[in-house]
């Protein structure tokens, strides 16, 4: 059997404003953090696969998403709740219409 070459996940994190993942659908599962349920989501972009840990607003937003569809998304904003708990905000993109450079 001929030798290849493995592509291993990559956990992506948005850390600040600005930052975005990009790729096709590939896996959705659920998994546990801390003893509870999340989803947790594959991208892959060309030869990269990222892991991407679901919020409520991305989990939403992807809720409807099939597998193998382009899905991009980016952290526009951070907030304060009264209670004192940060909250990030996303912008996802479905589709690939206004895309370049897409490897699938």
């Known amino acids: 059997m001929p030798r290849r ?3 291993i ?3 992506f994190k ?6 975005s993942v990009r790729g096709f659908l590939t896996i ?7 003893g509870k349920p999340a989803m947790r989501y594959v991208l ?3 030869d990269q ?11 939403d937003a992807l809720a409807a998403v099939e597998t193998g569809e382009f899905v ?14 940060s909250l990030r905000q996303f912008d996802v993109f479905v589709g690939v ?5 897409v490897k699938k």
């Open 72 to 85: 991009e998304i980016i952290l526009i904003g951070i907030i304060t709740t009264q209670a004192g708990f």
């Open 97 to 101: 219409d206004e895309v370049s450079n």
């Open 9 to 11: 996940p990559m956990l």
């Open 28 to 34: 959705r599962e659920s998994q546990f953090i801390q």
């Open 44 to 46: 892959k972009d060309g």
């Open 49 to 59: 696969l990222h892991i991407l840990n679901g919020t409520v607003q991305i989990d």
């Open 5 to 7: 070459k493995m592509i």
């Open 14 to 19: 948005f850390e600040g404003i600005g930052d």
